[in-house]
C-alpha cells in the first residue's frame, strides 16, 4: 500500500482550559503540537505527512492526516491491481489521466468491478470523483 489516510478528531472536553483555546485563531495553539508530533513520527519511518485542518467548530478539531512513502505515490495499491485483473484491463491504469466530456482531465483512481458497464472511477482536476464506461476512457488517454 502506498499510503494511509487517517481522520482525527480532537474534543477536549475533559479539559476546560484546552476547550477555551479552540474556537477561532487559537485552534493552532492546540493543532500545531499535534501535527509536529505526527511529522517527527513520519519522518523516523522515512514517510511523508501531509496534514491540514480540515474543521473547527466549538470544542471541535478536526484534521486529516495520510502518511505516504516516498517514490510510490502512483504506484496501484492492491485492490486496484486485483479489480483491474477482474476486469481484464491492465493495472498500469492507475494515476493515468484521460479526457472526457467538454474535454476536462481526469485522473483514474480506482476500478469497480461489480460495475461492469460504469466500472473505471475518475477524480476532476477539483477532487471530484466520477464513474465512467471503460469506452469512455480507454480510447481517450492522454
Known amino acids: ?63 486529516t492526516m495520510t502518511l505516504t512513502v516516498p517514490g510510490r505515490e502512483n504506484e496501484a495499491p492492491a485492490d486496484f491491481i486485483e479489480a483491474a485483473r477482474r476486469l481484464g484491463l491492465d493495472a498500469s491504469l492507475y494515476r493515468r489521466q484521460f479526457r472526457a466530456g467538454r474535454r476536462r482531465v481526469f485522473t483514474i483512481v480506482a476500478l469497480h468491478p461489480n460495475r461492469p458497464k460504469n466500472c473505471i472511477e475518475g477524480e476532476g482536476a477539483r477532487g471530484g470523483k466520477y464513474i465512467f464506461p471503460r469506452e469512455a476512457v480507454l480510447p481517450n488517454l492522454i
Do not use: C, W, Y
Not at 1 to 7: A, D, G, I, L, V
Not at 45 to 63: D, N, P, Q, W
Open 1 to 63: 500500500m502506498t499510503s494511509h489516510h487517517f481522520t482525527a478528531t480532537l474534543i477536549p472536553h475533559k479539559h476546560p482550559q484546552i476547550r477555551d483555546l479552540i474556537d477561532g485563531k487559537n485552534a493552532n495553539i492546540v493543532a500545531n503540537p499535534i501535527v509536529a508530533a505526527a511529522r517527527e513520527v513520519a519522518d523516523r519511518h522515512g514517510l511523508v505527512l501531509h496534514a491540514e485542518a480540515t474543521g473547527r467548530s466549538a470544542g471541535k478539531i478536526t484534521f
